[in-house]
């Protein structure tokens, strides 16, 4: 079912069917995706590769950001055993971002409805501590994932350093 997803929006460039097929999969059975984990961020890597086209439209961008929220803000138990098996995985899809930016011209528009969704995934990524490094969250959480190696090269870690720069002014820390 996946790689039929991959193929739909790698061949014809649509997002809106793969993004919609998988919310109905998270909603409905997000149990049958702990196994295909690392297939389904491979499957969201290729859907933010699509934004890459010129004729991207900032609807496609908000049905993603919303494909992001749920993938990060369930607290079922199945949800937790999904997390698990996901949150591994989840820093290619950052990177993807950080390489997307990097080497093309993304508007303003769809990047921060993209930024939204994205900030969950930074939020689940660090959920725990995982990743705690003193106000340095994600510095080098890219580093395993190949970032910087793609054609950015240093403007790649130029806008992973700004994505978690902003993602730790809007998070609460719980203080104050």
Same mark, same amino acid.
């Given at each position: 079912?996946?790689?039929? +997803?991959?193929? *739909?929006? /790698? ?10 097929? *998988?919310?109905?999969? +998270? ?5 049958? @995706? ?5 297939? +389904? ?26 494909? @992001? ?6 607290? $079922?138990? $199945?949800? /937790? ?10 820093? /290619? =899809?950052?990177?993807?971002?950080a390489?997307?930016v990097?080497?093309?011209?993304? $508007? ?5 409805? +993209? ?17 705690? $490094? ?13 970032l910087?190696?793609?054609n ?10 700004? =994505? ?13």
């Amino acid at each position: 079912m996946l790689d039929i +997803l991959v193929r *739909i929006v /790698s061949s014809q460039g649509q997002i809106g069917e793969p993004v919609n097929t *998988i919310i109905a999969l +998270l909603r409905h059975r997000r149990e049958t @995706l702990i196994q295909h984990a690392a297939l +389904l961020v491979d499957v969201l890597r290729t859907i933010l590769f699509a934004f890459k086209r010129a004729d991207c439209r900032v609807a496609e961008a908000a049905l993603m950001n919303r494909l @992001l929220h749920n993938i990060a803000n369930d607290r $079922s138990k $199945s949800g /937790s055993a999904f997390h698990q098996a996901i949150v591994k995985h989840l820093p /290619s =899809l950052l990177v993807a971002f950080a390489r997307i930016v990097a080497t093309s011209r993304i $508007s303003t528009e769809v990047r921060r409805e +993209l930024k939204n969704g994205l900030f969950s995934i930074c939020d689940l990524v660090t959920a725990g501590g995982r990743v705690s $490094s003193r106000g340095r969250e994600g510095e080098a959480l890219g580093d395993s994932f190949g970032l910087g190696e793609g054609n950015g090269g240093e403007a790649e870690r130029d806008v992973w350093a700004d =994505l978690w720069k902003e993602w730790a002014g809007k998070r609460y820390t719980g203080q104050g």
